[in-house]
């Protein structure tokens, strides 16, 4: 089974703090992907990478950026965080999705910015 | 921006009842997906249908796309209470990598 996880499933942080979400898969999956979910918006896509050192914006990428140095490994960095982007947030990879390869995620973060 | 609608947003069945949840989507697609998450837990994928597809089953769960109505179901058959959870669809349009996930349907089904 595909394993993806996060580093941590909550976490408190202060306002202007910079804040790193770390997530890490073991199935070689060419994409991860990184989520916000707030209640009434559902998924929205942050950023996501389709291989080592490449990213691509998503939806909603202001005040995000991302790191992807290693295959397994897809950071979503909070440069300045705000109580605004207090959230879930979700980390998912995947094989090629053009070849209807679905998503397999993480159990989320719980971050609260005060 | 949204790409799938899922209708309706919530929905309260007794155990053994049938469960459908409807998804609607704006542009033409590559395939759709659903996904359940049960509460605060990461989202499980449940089932692909390709766009060249018109009905897929497995096991409790019947997927039928419509791609000239642009929508799809979910049909859940004899629910039971494990089967509690949010429900949402997802869609890649062909040509990225990206899925583009709707709101969801919250599901209560009630022992």
């Known amino acids: 089974d595909v394993k993806v996880t996060q580093s941590s499933r909550y976490l408190v942080k202060r306002t202007g703090e910079k804040v790193f979400l770390e997530c890490v898969q073991d199935?070689?999956?060419?994409?991860m992907f990184w989520y916000r979910q707030d209640p009434g918006l559902g998924l929205r896509l942050i950023y996501f990478?389709?291989?080592?050192?490449?990213?691509e914006k998503g939806d909603i990428p202001e005040g995000y950026s991302v790191s992807r140095e290693k295959k397994e490994r897809f950071s979503l960095i909070l440069e300045s965080a705000s109580t605004n982007q207090t959230s879930m947030y979700l980390c998912?990879?995947?094989?090629?999705?053009?070849?209807?390869?679905?998503?397999?995620f993480g159990d989320g973060t719980r971050l609260s910015i005060l | 921006s949204q790409q799938g609608e899922e209708d309706p947003q919530a929905l309260s069945i007794q155990e053994g009842e049938n469960a459908t949840m409807n998804c609607s989507y704006k542009?033409?697609?590559?395939?759709l997906q659903w996904y359940r998450q049960n509460s605060g837990r990461g989202l499980v994928h449940l089932i692909l249908i390709r766009s060249n597809e018109r009905e897929k089953h497995s096991g409790r769960l019947r997927v039928t796309l419509d791609t000239s109505k642009k929508s799809s179901s979910l049909l859940i058959t004899a629910s039971r209470a494990a089967d509690t959870a949010s429900y949402f669809c997802?869609?890649?349009?062909?040509?990225?990598?990206?899925?583009?996930f709707g709101t969801g349907t919250k599901l209560q089904v009630i022992p």
């Open positions: 997802a869609t890649n349009s062909g040509g990225y990598q990206k899925v583009t």
């Open positions: 199935m070689d999956h060419e994409n």
């Open positions: 542009t033409s697609i590559n395939n």
């Open positions: 990478s389709y291989d080592v050192k490449m990213k």
């Open positions: 998912a990879s995947s094989r090629d999705v053009l070849r209807n390869q679905p998503q397999h």
